[in-house]
């Protein structure tokens, strides 16, 4: 099995990274738009990434602003049954998010274009939190 692990600092309080991670108005500034989002363990949620069709993870946990976990119940072949993790801890006024998207069978082309995303979101996430702007999906140039 492969694994994907990424970590961004954030110079915003874990609360307002946490919200910002496990709601639809932000998951649409630093992912995608297109979206349907609840956070409650046991939500399959639903991510849209243009032509493609959808991505839904099911949430199995969420800890109040400390950790999510998702399960990837439909998507790529490749992202079925991988789950994508993120972690966060708060110390001296910035904020940590681990990001991990672990259980892939292999390392792929997919594979690669993916950890490359990953990381870009991570920078999104950044640049939403401490300015306001992110760069989900449909404003990015690939």
Known sequence: MANIEHIQYIKAPVEKVYEILTTERGLAEVWTRELAFVAQ????????????????????????NKRMVWRCVD?????????????????????SVI????????VTEF?????????????SLKQYCEEGTGIPFHIRKF
């Open 111 to 123: 594979y690669r274009f993916c950890n490359y995303n990953w990381a870009i979101f991570l920078l």
């Open 41 to 64: 363990t046991g939500a399959v949620n639903e991510f849209r990434f243009g032509e493609e069709s959808p991505t839904k993870m099911e949430i199995t946990a969420l800890t109040s």
């Open 75 to 95: 998507s790529d072949p490749e992202w079925i049954g991988t789950h994508i993790s993120f972690d966060l801890n708060e110390k001296d006024g910035k904020t």
């Open 99 to 106: 990001l991990r998207h672990t259980d892939w069978r292999e």
